[in-house]
């Protein structure tokens, strides 16, 4: 039987690479994105590789759209086997220089974006008695660091509801697994939001100014997008898969700290590899 995708937020980066990476495997995919009039990369390469892939409109934000899409997929392959909850994006700025409404747009996309897909597929999946749910977190998922606390938080929230998810769904035949990239090379950096209404004064500058440096300089030794849909489509394929998996010898290694250190230690390892 042919198996069918749904991955979210492929007009780049992760999301545009797993896409491919999973009609490559011989999935029938679903390429979503907000904003199909960026879809002409994705339909190029699908083309030039006869690939079975179909980009669709879905913003994640927008229930209806969510609907839509979903109730196209069942509608033409009446199945879904596999969901990546990738489409997200980044605030900069500390706690005190964000304001509430921004953080909650920001858990309007990377938290509530997932929930409401979630909540439309796990249906078909427990029909089917089968499926899997691919959350797209972060090594920052997992780790807590200054100069950007709405996204790190929106990224810990979904590793927290990846982990209920576990325990909810698999028995009724629905896996979860959280996908934890370090620094990859996409246009994520580019379309980090700074504060809408940063004080001027903030004390906060010196400090948001050295994170988003730091990061900017690890991107440049970023890990290629092609990695982390090689390791989705690798796990997909694993009889067990573990609940998570890191991507990129950043998230190795920061994670594997954080596992070996007491929590005072840790803190102290990423002031001086970070700041
Ligand atoms: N790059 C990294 O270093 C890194 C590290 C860890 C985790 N991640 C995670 O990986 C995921 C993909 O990011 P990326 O690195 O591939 O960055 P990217 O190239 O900027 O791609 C982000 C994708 O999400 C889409 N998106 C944003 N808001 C959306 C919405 N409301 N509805 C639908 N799509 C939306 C973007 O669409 P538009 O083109 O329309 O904006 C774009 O397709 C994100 O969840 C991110 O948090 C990235």
Known sequence: MEKVALVTGCSSGIGLETALGLARDGYFTYASMRNTSKSSKIEQAAKKENL????????????????????????????????VNNAGYGIF?????????????????????AVRLIHEVAPIMRNQKAGTIVNVSSVAGRIGFPGSPAYISSKFALEGLSECMRYEMAPFGINT??????????????SMRMPKSPRPDSPYKELTDKVVGGIKMMAQMGTPPKEVADTIVRVLKEKNPLPRYPVGN???????AKKMKTDIEFENYLKKELF
């Open 52 to 83: 079975t892939l179909k980009v669709i409109q879905l913003d994640v934000d927008d229930k209806d759209s969510i609907k839509n899409a979903v109730s196209q997929i069942v509608k033409e392959k009446n199945r879904l086997d596999v969901l």
């Open 93 to 113: 700025g500390c706690l005190e220089d964000i304001s509430v409404e921004e953080l909650k747009e920001q858990f309007e996309t990377n938290f509530f974006g």
């Open 177 to 190: 697994i959280i996908i934890e990239p370090g620094v990859i090379k996409t246009n994520f950096l580019d």
């Open 250 to 256: 950043d998230a190795a290694m920061f994670l594997e």
